[in-house]
């Protein structure tokens, strides 16, 4: 499932110097990512929505589209005649000022339009957004490639939800039918000893400050005092975590948040999604289907419910998003991304100082969503892209082995509320020397 072409160079440099062609390229090959994603699937798949926080797959596709309709087309192609103007209030997802939009949990409700005709508006848009990058003013130039760059970013997200979503869908089936057969199988490794690293903190820097693309929520760069700390070397295992679940951490109330606990009693919590107690013991349902618990691989679908609970059990925390930024930048971006064709957290292999901390599962930190000193959100309506979730949620970063290796870097901010479980979430210990 690699993607084709030499496109990284346009989703990382600055928007307003991006040569037409790159760009373009670029634009094709992201934009046919997503259709690959859901080539495996069946018709039928298309419209599952398992749960609110799910969307089905062809919602994913169309409303990716209406991204750059909306904001692309509409306000700098003056030409640009939308594919069905019906699709502005189906396909917004939450963005008050540019209209109303169909309720997120009754996504799955939308038989029509078919995935057919998706396929027509995502052909009719990519026409048209061809065209303007192709013969924009240059006037004009700037901010239709910074709109786009956005763009390409946002569909590559919806990428990393469409794959979670298509788990989700499946998962939930009671022949948790697999998505794919073929899925690259885990590489052969020493698997990585759990080390403390210390790290000595004092006065640094975290957020965005440079050339290259970056959300707003990641600005503006700003210093933070960091205590003296540790940080474990590599990610949680499914073994560690397992130890957790059979001394009883599901069923003590002493390693809970209150508001946690009411989540675990009242759902009944007592392991990760998409585990299940099989006939030869744990297993594990992935998008390749339902495999034996890999103990050395890293724990995912976790909670920061159940993150913050294991810290404790374990005699730890977890880090800070400013400790885990300033641990990250010192570290090549490598690791298990959708581009290996994993699909699944793969063991990470032995070898010296911090590993595993790019790719593999998106880390919860401690820190709770919030704006940066001097913040201030994109002017207009793409404003809300981030600022107005900024309560209520908890940081995660890194990547996991759903994303792109080009969408992430040290200062990605990504967000979920404490009970999320559906995404390709973990963790790693940190805790005071």
Known sequence: ????????????????????????????????????????????????????????????????????????????????RPFRPAYAQLFNSYYETVGSFWPRPRRGLLSRPTVAEILRYRAHVDAAMTALLAQAPAAAWPEIAFRTVLGLHHEQQHQ??????????????????????DLAPPPAVAPASMDWIDHPGGLVEIGHGGAGFAYDNETPRHRVWLAPFRIASRPVTCGEYLAF???????????????????????????PLHWHRGPEGWEVYTLGGVRPLAADEPVAHLSFYEADAYARWAGARLPTEAEWEVVARETAPEGNFVEDDHLHPVPVAEGAGVRGIWGQVWEWTASPYRPYPGFRPLAGSLGEYNAKFMANQMVCRGGSCLTSRTHVRATYRNFFYGHDRWQMTGMRLAADP
């Open 160 to 181: 990393e939800l469409l794959l979670t979503d298509i788990k989700h869908n499946l998962g939930i089936h009671p022949l948790r039918p697999a998505y794919r057969d």
């Open 1 to 80: 499932m690699s993607r084709e072409g030499d496109w990284t160079t346009a989703l990382a440099a600055p928007p307003a110097g991006e040569a037409r062609g790159t760009l373009i390229a670029a634009y094709r090959a992201v934009r046919g990512f997503s259709e690959r994603i859901c080539r495996p699937l069946e018709i039928e798949d298309h419209v599952v929505q398992s749960i609110p926080e799910v969307s089905p797959p062809k919602w994913h596709l169309a409303h990716v589209t209406w991204f750059f309709e909306t904001f692309v087309l509409a306000p700098l192609a003056p030409d640009h």
């Open 245 to 271: 679940v059979e001394d009883g951490g599901y069923r003590d109330p002493r390693w809970w948040l209150a508001d946690a606990w009411v989540r675990v009693r009242d759902e009944g919590w007592r392991h």
